[in-house]
T-cell receptor
Framework: GNSVTQMEGPVTLSEEAFLTINCTYTATGYPSLFWYVQYPGEGLQLLLKATKADDKGSNKGFEATYRKETTSFHLEKGSVQVSDSAVYFCALREGNKLVFGAGTILRVKS | DTGVSQDPRHKITKRGQNVTFRCDPISEHNRLYWYRQTLGQGPEFLTYFQNEAQLEKSRLLSDRFSAERPKGSFSTLEIQRTEQGDSAMYLC??????????FGPGTRLTVL
């Protein structure tokens, strides 16, 4: 079956640092790809998505580009804030369901 | 609040007891999904409904688990004869067709 692998956390950064969270996938075909974020005490929220190769998803300063050559969808942000502290999940669509990675904890220090 | 809601938010039960969780999706959404999330892992798909029809079930959904969506609106997930391994966060999501899935806050189950 399809699968998603994320870099292990926690990732700890100082405010205004550059963020990269790596995500690679294994899939047949070219599934839609997603990043979800889970803030403390809250439900999962869609952060961004890309539906085909070379698409770039972006939202709230975060970006990720669908790279079919490297089967990757790395999440980046140029300058993180304390409020970005959360758990980030990479996911792909497999039929009618989402397949998630294990999640990466991000901690941003002021 | 028009988001996905789940009840209860927390449930503590003893091994062997039955538990039932409820999910109320966003009202115009025709699809409803159940996922399970254990500590340090991402959500894993359990089952999905389109309107009142349960169209897909994961192998994770053992015969102790049953889900219903009787009128195509709210859904219930029942676990019979709970085991300690059932302890997890149970997440519900809804969508309009294959559009974005919106997640509820989850029900955290602890089996003692």
């Amino acid at each position: 079956g399809n699968s998603v692998t994320q870099m292990e956390g926690p990732v700890t950064l100082s405010e205004e640092a550059f963020l990269t969270i790596n995500c690679t996938y294994t899939a047949t075909g070219y599934p839609s790809l997603f990043w979800y974020v889970q803030y403390p005490g809250e439900g999962l929220q869609l952060l961004l998505k890309a539906t085909k190769a070379d698409d770039k998803g972006s939202n709230k300063g975060f970006e990720a580009t669908y790279r079919k050559e490297t089967t990757s969808f790395h999440l980046e942000k140029g300058s993180v804030q304390v409020s970005d502290s959360a758990v980030y999940f990479c996911a792909l669509r497999e039929g009618n369901k989402l397949v998630f990675g294990a999640g990466t904890i991000l901690r941003v220090k002021s | 609040d028009t988001g996905v809601s789940q009840d209860p938010r927390h449930k503590i039960t003893k091994r062997g007891q039955n538990v039932t969780f409820r999910c109320d999706p966003i009202s115009e959404h025709n699809r409803l999904y159940w996922y399970r999330q254990t500590l340090g892992q991402g959500p894993e798909f359990l089952t999905y409904f389109q309107n009142e029809a349960q169209l897909e079930k994961s192998r994770l959904l053992s015969d102790r688990f049953s889900a219903e969506r009787p009128k195509g609106s709210f859904s219930t997930l029942e676990i019979q004869r709970t085991e300690q391994g059932d302890s997890a966060m149970y997440l519900c999501a809804s969508s309009l067709d294959r559009d974005e899935q919106f997640f509820g806050p989850g029900t955290r189950l602890t089996v003692l």
